[in-house]
């Protein structure tokens, strides 16, 4: 069965350090997203790719994060430097397209520790 | 800006009794709206997708319907199961990505 795939799972980094998490999405799957969930809450939107264009990336606090998906297939979304309160789960998801009515499908996350 | 609002935030109720979660939304322009199921530590898990023409859909023992009109949205389990054990996430789609609530904390005990 067709997945996202997420990688590393999980992610031990020093404050100040850089990070990079990769994502693949479902082949096929235009829209790409990247969502951070801190413990108790819901996902909240970082950026939306288009392809490679990004749709959406007004929650993402640009002077610490990037984040590229350079043909429009997998994406990396990169911290530099993590601070303790990028502490988080940073989930991917992919879609057809991203307006109208299509399904979200999302990895299993990768979970950031920044000490 | 979309808020999404689940309530309870956390239930805890004995194997077999039907339950429901409660969703609402503020704006009613929406495409979509998708349930997840995500266990601890774990990523998302689709669950069910209402469109918003739309006003039920049901997958096993999971009812969802919508009421665009009112925002508002519930997700119906019958039978529970310690296995249905879980945080049940309510999203809504208004365009372009999901709005999120904060999920309600099911736990079902033996």
């Known amino acids: 069965e067709a997945e996202v795939a997420q990688s590393p799972r999980y992610k031990i980094t020093e404050k100040s350090q850089a990070v990079a998490f990769w994502c693949d999405p479902i082949s096929g799957h235009a829209t790409l997203y990247w969502y951070r969930q801190i413990l108790g809450q819901g996902p909240e939107l970082l950026v939306q790719?288009?392809?490679?264009?990004?749709?959406?990336d007004s929650q993402l606090p640009k002077d610490r994060f990037s984040a590229e998906r350079l043909k429009g297939v997998d994406s990396t979304l990169k911290i530099q430097p993590a601070e303790l309160g990028d502490s988080a789960m940073y989930l991917c998801?992919?879609?057809?397209?991203?307006?109208?009515?299509?399904?979200?499908?999302f990895g299993q996350g990768t979970r950031l520790t920044v000490v | 800006k979309q808020e999404v609002t689940q309530i309870p935030a956390a239930l805890s109720v004995p194997e077999g009794e039907n339950l429901v979660l409660n969703c609402s939304f503020t704006?009613?322009?929406?495409?979509?709206l998708q349930w997840f199921r995500q266990d601890p530590g774990k990523g998302l898990t689709s669950l069910l997708l209402i469109q918003s023409s739309q006003r039920e859909q049901t997958s096993g023992r999971l009812n969802a319907s919508l009421d665009k009109s009112s925002g508002r949205s519930t997700l119906y389990i019958a039978a529970s199961q310690p296995g249905d054990s879980a945080t049940y996430l309510c999203a809504v789609n208004s365009g372009y990505a999901l709005n999120f609530g904060k999920g309600t904390s099911l736990l079902v005990t033996p």
């Open positions: 998801a992919s879609s057809l397209a991203g307006a109208g009515n299509t399904e979200a499908f």
């Open positions: 790719f288009q392809d490679e264009s990004v749709v959406d």
């Open positions: 704006d009613s322009a929406i495409y979509n």
